[in-house]
Structures are given as C-alpha cells and as structure tokens.
C-alpha cells in the first residue's frame, strides 16, 4: 500500500470520527433541550427569611437553569409552593433549626470535596473532616453531632475499581468524635474483625447513641451504635442506610432482598416488635430516606428521562398502604425542620 493510499485511508477514518462524534454531540444535546422542555416550571420567589422561621423542607434544588445546585426551602405546609433559594451549594445537605451540613463539590480541573457546618444564615461556620466523594450527610436532633459519609478507591481490600466507605461522626465545633469504621463492630455475640468492615449511613438516636449500616462478607446489617462505647451491634440483615422516626420506634430503610445488583426496596422496620413493613413505593430507591412525619417518608429519586440531571422529592406512608406521589419536583436531599 502505498504512503499515498494510506493517507487517504486516514483522512476518509478521521471523516468519518469527526462525523459521529457530531452526531452525538447534536443527539445530546437534542435530548438535552426535549429534557428541559417537558421538565415542570418550578415556582420561585419564597421569601427566604419568612420561611426560616417557620416548619420548612430544606433540599437542594435540581431544577435546570439558574439555581442550579443550590439549597432552596419550601414552607412544609405547602411544599409545592414558591421555594427560596439560600447562597448555599451543596451535593447533599441536612439541616436542623439551628445549623446545616453542606457537602459540596468545587469541579475544577481534579474535582475536590468539602464538608461544612453552615449557622442560621447559610454561612460557614466550620469544616468538618472529609475523605472521598460526599454520599450521606446526616444532624443529630439537637445540631451539636455531625455525620458524613463518603466513597473511597484503592483500599487493599478491594478489587480494582470498588469502592469502600468512610463515616466520620463529629461535634459541630469541628473536633472528631470517632470513625466509625474503627469501632468494635459485634455480630451474633462475636466481634467481627474482618478488612473489608464498612459502616455508613448514621441516623442519630441522641448525642450518644445511633443507627448505621454495617456491612462484611457481602453482606449488611442494621446496627446500634454507641459514641461513648464505641462499639456497633447488629440488630438485623439486609439493611441499608437506616433513618429513625421521629417517635423513636422505627427504621425506614432500603432494603436489597432478591433483587438483581443495585436495586433496593423502602421498608421500615419496627425496633419494639420487630416486624417489617415493605413500602408502596416500586423504584428502587438509592437514598437515605427523611421522615415528613410519623406517618410519611420522603426520598429522592432520579428523573427516568434519558440525559435528565435533575429529580424529585417523592412521598409514600410509612406502614405500607397507599402510594408513592412527588412532593416536591426538582429537588433532591430533604430535610424536614420543625
């Protein structure tokens, strides 16, 4: 073949690359526009310091567009109303009356993460420790404790690729209270002393005791936890990143069962009777759920449009009737403050 052929042949290759490469660009964003499109018009305009002083949904928003990303609320008896936007950006946020927990995302040329404790008004008070890529952020009742988990790569256990967790529990003033990877994790009476222990999705009881997933052996457990001791007990299996009720005397969880790889189910588990409960809602749900009440759950779930970045805040009650319904369009990571 000669050089002049081959030259040929290369160019008429790079045509044709550059071509689909278009393709796919205009495909895209074609999807892209459709998506925004038939997305729902979110109202705007609450006013922020009016809603700061009354029941209210904090979340952060995912409608398209300006706001993008950032923490809004909406007054909990009218959710579907005008949101007000904070100055807050944040991956995942919880909040309580007197304090928030941002994990947030600065995607310059490497990607970096940062935990913060925000006051009242939206503004840093503290970084909190953080290693990896933000996943659960949860407040004790009282803001004083904070929770935050995150994925990490390259744990000698794992194989090439998997991830592992990391929780870190500490006081709003920043000092750490424990990773509770580290803590005695106790299994049917025994100690469980295996590499790949990994513990994530706390759900705070009171400033010393709490609920978290523990997982080993491929499997998961629902565990109790104390600071004070800290030791982890399992309470039962097949459990996923727990979250209490407000009365104290139930879990809502998700829940892997026989299900194909990365899909769960919603249930809530009962600590006094211990009795289950599976829920109405039938996505699988990757969230740590938020109570709205006794009676009702709250999660977020991705848009199924092909190239949607956004999703929703979804309800369904909490003994299993009913069914699930949007409570709050364009939004993601709820928290309910009373």
């Known amino acids: 073949m000669t050089v002049r052929l081959r030259l040929v ?3 008429g290759i790079l045509v044709v690359v550059l071509l689909g490469a278009g393709g796919y660009v ?3 964003r074609q999807s892209q526009a459709t998506t925004r499109a038939a997305a729902p018009v979110v109202a705007v305009g609450g006013d922020l310091a009016t809603l700061s002083t009354q029941p209210r949904l904090v ?8 706001g993008y990303g950032q923490v809004a609320m909406v007054p909990l008896a009218a959710p579907g109303g005008p949101r007000a936007f904070t100055t807050a950006s944040c991956e995942r946020v919880y909040a309580t009356a007197e304090d928030a927990l941002c994990l947030s995302a600065d995607r310059g040329i490497v ?3 940062k935990a913060q404790l925000l006051d009242a008004a939206w503004a840093p008070l503290h970084d909190l420790p953080l290693t990896g890529v933000p996943s659960r952020a949860r407040l004790s009742r009282d803001g004083s404790l904070a929770a935050t988990t995150t994925f990490v790569f390259g744990d000698s256990y794992a194989n090439p690729g998997q991830f592992s967790t990391r929780t870190i529990v500490a006081g709003t003033d920043g000092a750490v209270v424990g990773d509770i990877e580290k803590f005695r994790l106790i299994v049917d009476g025994k100690v469980v002393k295996a590499a790949d222990k990994n513990l994530w999705g706390v759900t705070f009881a009171d400033d010393n005791r709490f609920y978290a997933t523990a997982a080993s052996g491929r499997k998961t457990w629902l565990v109790e936890g104390s600071l004070s001791g800290r030791t982890v007990t399992a309470l039962r299996g097949d459990v996923e990143c727990p979250s209490l009720s407000p009365d104290g ?8 069962g026989d299900l194909s790889p990365g899909k769960w189910r919603l249930a809530v588990y009962d600590l006094r009777t211990r009795a289950e409960v599976v829920l109405a809602e039938e996505h699988s749900v990757d969230d740590q759920v938020e109570w709205l009440d006794d009676a009702t759950v709250i999660y977020g779930l991705p848009r199924e449009q092909e ?3 956004s999703s929703d805040v979804w309800a369904v009650p909490a003994d ?3 069914a699930p319904r949007v409570l709050v369009s364009d939004a993601w990571s709820p928290a309910v403050v009373r």
Do not use: D
Request: hydrophobic share 40%; proline share 0%; glycine share 10%.
């Open 249 to 256: 005397n139930r879990i809502a969880f998700k829940k892997h």
């Open 59 to 66: 979340f952060r928003s995912t409608a398209l567009g300006q």
């Open 307 to 309: 190239a949607s970045a």
């Open 111 to 113: 990607t970096t993460y």
């Open 320 to 322: 299993g009737t009913g």
């Open 26 to 28: 205009w495909q895209v």
């Open 9 to 11: 042949l290369l160019a």
